[in-house]
């Protein structure tokens, strides 16, 4: 592939799709790949403007996980730790608002 040069509408083009497929990839696969495309969103002194500019909707639109999808895990991580009882996030937490905030 050639190089173009940096102020061409080709350019543009080629990173504005590659911005629209990561932050895609990252939506899709969740968890720690929104974490990784929020963190290059952050990078505007590194990564071309279309890849920041696209990035940046996982800052504050990305999809919340729902309590269904969340209490198994959270409940398997902490019964590692709390052995003694068989309810542990009842044992570590007074209450929980199932209402994401961020």
Not at 20 to 48: F, W
Not at 50 to 73: D, F, I
Request: aromatic residues 8%.
């Amino acid at each position: 592939s050639r190089t173009l040069p940096k102020d061409s509408p080709a350019y543009e083009s080629r990173h504005q799709r590659g911005a629209v497929l990561l932050r895609s990839t990252c939506e899709k696969n969740g968890g720690v790949y929104v974490k990784l495309g929020q963190m290059l969103a952050q990078l505007d002194h590194i990564l071309p403007e279309a890849y920041t500019q696209e990035l940046r909707a996982l800052l504050n639109k990305c999809p919340p996980r729902s309590w269904s999808l969340v209490e198994p895990v959270l409940n398997s991580e902490l019964s590692q730790r709390f052995k003694e009882t068989s309810n542990p996030i009842g044992y570590c937490f007074e209450s929980i608002d199932y209402s994401p905030i961020a």
